[in-house]
């Protein structure tokens, strides 16, 4: 069958019918993010109602001459502002950044690789994380005490992080030992091993550290999971819900042994039975760009390119993971293009910048976000050129600007469930 190639089209749109009601993408996301850091207004997830948390980081004014520059003179100043730093300097991308900032990266890559190169650049005193929050933090926590970790704009949070604090977390660890006490079995495995994914705070890592757990990315959750099976009777796994269902799924848990968690409720819903019952805890958390991704979506995928290979992200609902072809990480979706030896229709599920940017870079194959909506993760997009430009050229005058530091007292404990992290590499 022959079938029209598709021409991308990167304007933001607003959402009149979203997956929410109410749920609102707004064009006003494509102006210079200083225009919405300024002001209540945009959230931190894929809609503009997406809810801030109280005391979340709050980025101060952008210097007028970094709002005011054309794109070509940002360009050359970060260019200028990296040549004069040299190896003192690593900057860190992550694939769903925007072009005009990952093309500035030493390094680009998913959580996992980022968290692996931080390490890699040992002369570098600075690491500028274009990323969000929590990457940032979990650089810092890995980093030399003598390297500073830097996050160009103080916004760029993460919605999912926000759904899962550490008062809601240690509440409901104090609820699952009152059902599963504290005491090992007779193979001598934990009543329940605490897993938090990357996306979550360093309290969270650090929570995990200290109570036998390890953090997991979408690149290792699998393997993750396999090493807390070994060492626990059951995971309480946060905060995504479907990253851990997706995962527990795929390695034979049923679903009636994944209850959900909500911290609203006593027991978080589940009776005292169904937890006794339970393998693996999942928390009420999401991801607001990739739970946007539909199975009617995919369905028009294969209508309009029956020989389409839809491969999403397992942050996506399980309907959407059950109807797709594939399910994997940004770095799997990534090897999954590169790989095809053939031009190639695909379908993909994840957020859109990293889809665009895979377009372009294999025009041999026709690639296309299964959301028709371009609605960017809208903290990745605080990340901006101008953002950029500002802290390089601070950091050359001998300014540290926007650095993210992580308590010594909470370091300690995330450290040792990162590093439970970084030795559980994918076998695939």
């Known amino acids: 069958m022959t079938t029209t190639p598709l021409t991308l089209d990167t304007t933001i749109r607003g959402i ?7 749920e609102t993408c707004t064009p006003e996301l494509a102006k210079g993010p200083w225009e919405f850091d300024a002001t209540p207004g945009y959230g931190p997830g894929s809609s503009m109602y997406d809810v801030i948390p109280t005391g979340s980081p709050v980025q101060g004014g952008l210097p007028r001459e970094y709002q005011d520059a054309s794109t070509n003179e940002l360009h050359a100043r970060i260019r200028a502002a990296k040549e004069t730093l040299g190896d003192r300097l690593v900057i860190l991308g992550h694939f769903y950044q925007r072009d005009e900032v990952v093309q500035h990266a030493d390094f680009l890559g998913d959580s996992f690789q980022l968290a692996n190169a931080a390490l890699t650049k040992p002369d570098a005193e600075y690491i500028v994380f274009c990323g969000v929050h929590f990457m940032a933090e979990t650089a810092d926590i890995l980093a030399r005490d003598d ?26 660890w104090e609820e699952l030992q009152s059902v599963y006490g504290t005491e090992p079995d007779a193979d001598g495995r934990a009543p329940i091993i605490p897993v938090t994914y990357m996306n979550s705070s360093a309290a969270l890592k650090a929570f995990c550290g200290r109570n036998g757990g390890i953090v997991c990315t979408s690149s290792n959750a699998k393997t993750v999971l396999e090493w807390a099976f070994e060492r626990g009777q059951r995971v309480l796994f946060f905060p995504d819900q479907h990253l851990g269902r997706n995962t527990a799924k795929a390695m034979g848990v049923p679903l009636e042994q994944m209850p959900m968690w909500n911290p609203r409720k006593p027991l978080g819903g589940s009776t005292h039975d169904e937890l006794l019952d ?5 928390w009420h958390g999401f991801c607001s760009v990739h739970k946007r991704f539909t199975v ?3 369905e028009k995928a294969r209508a309009d390119y029956p020989d389409v290979r839809v491969v999403v992200h397992p942050e996506c609902p399980m309907p959407v993971v059950d109807a797709a072809d594939e399910a994997g ?15 190639t229709t695909f379908a993909i599920g994840t957020e859109v910048n990293m889809v665009n940017r895979l377009a372009a870079e294999y025009p041999q194959h026709t690639i296309f976000c299964l959301d ?11 990340i901006h050129p101008g953002y950029l430009a500002w802290v390089l050229e601070e950091l050359v005058a001998g300014r540290v ?5 992580v308590a010594s007292t909470i370091q300690d404990e995330a450290r040792v469930a990162l590093e439970r992290m970084l030795a559980a590499k994918p076998r695939d």
């Open 16 to 22: 009149t019918n979203g997956v929410l009601p109410g």
């Open 401 to 405: 600007v926007n650095e993210i530091v």
């Open 296 to 298: 009617d979506q995919i």
């Open 278 to 282: 339970a393998r693996v805890v999942l």
């Open 372 to 382: 028709p909506v371009i609605c960017p993760c809208s903290t990745m997009y605080r």
């Open 147 to 172: 390297q500073r970790v830097i996050l160009p704009n103080l916004a760029a949070g993460c919605s999912m992080a926000d759904m899962a604090d550490i008062d809601s977390v240690e509440a409901a």
């Open 329 to 343: 990480s940004t770095d799997y979706i990534r090897r999954a293009v590169a790989g095809a030896t053939e031009p």
